[in-house]
């Protein structure tokens, strides 16, 4: 089955903090994952992809294979940063399968 | 911008009833997908088409349907609306329907259902 799990709804840190949204996924193939950020509910934008293996705002992501997992990472955290994040799995024929967000709040 | 068009922005309507929602994607894209966004359910694909055939069907209702035309906007009717139909309508496009493909998302029809 291809899956992609959020552990978390909701992640708050303080400015500055380090971040970590984790990501586990499911899939029997070789995997292509993403990270997309929405702001407000508005539209949803691509932050990274593990293929381009980029650093984006600030963000990385390392694709762990064994541990099938795609967390997202970043040093520190910055209030801008608040945003509903989802993981998602590149599946059969293109589509993406998402995770169920977490919601990241950076307080000050 | 990532190019990706949808009308109409808000769409408010009765159970019942019958809505169809627009989609152009970025110029040169083939592929396009929709997704629907709610809180039980979050983020589930729908339906997707390339070059003017469907591709791939996802968690859509049978009440749901979809085209591509010739020039590549897409349409996604939704009829007997119910409660349950709000929701935030996504649409995305790709150059093609491939796993490694970028996909770009519209800013999304938000559909309440009274």
């Known amino acids: 089955a291809q899956r992609v799990t959020q552990p978390e709804k909701l992640l708050s840190v303080f400015k500055g903090a380090p971040v970590e949204l984790k990501c586990n996924y499911s899939?029997?193939?070789?995997?292509?994952l993403f990270w997309y950020v929405q702001y407000s509910r508005q539209r949803l934008q691509l932050l990274l992809r593990?293929?381009s293996r980029e650093s984006i705002k600030g963000f990385t992501a390392d694709l762990n294979k064994g541990e099938t997992s795609f967390h997202l990472k970043k040093p520190f955290a910055q209030e801008e940063d608040s945003a509903m994040y989802y993981c998602a799995l590149g599946g059969d024929t293109g589509k993406l399968i998402f995770g169920q967000g977490t919601t990241l709040q950076v307080k000050p | 911008d990532s190019g990706v068009t949808q009308t109409p922005k808000h769409l408010i309507t009765a159970t019942g009833q019958r809505v169809t929602l627009r989609c152009s994607p970025r110029?040169?894209?083939?592929?396009v997908y929709w997704y629907q966004q709610s809180l039980d359910q979050g983020l589930q694909f729908l339906i997707q088409y390339y070059n003017g055939e469907e591709r791939a069907k996802g968690n859509i209702l049978e009440r749901f349907s979809a085209q591509q035309f010739p020039d590549l906007h897409s349409e996604l009717n939704l009829s007997s609306l119910e409660l349950g139909d709000s929701a935030l309508y996504f649409c995305a496009s790709s150059v093609v329907p491939a796993t490694q493909e970028t996909q770009y998302f519209g800013p999304g029809t938000r559909l309440l259902v009274l």
């Open positions: 593990h293929i």
């Open positions: 899939y029997s193939g070789s995997p292509e």
């Open positions: 110029s040169g894209d083939l592929s």
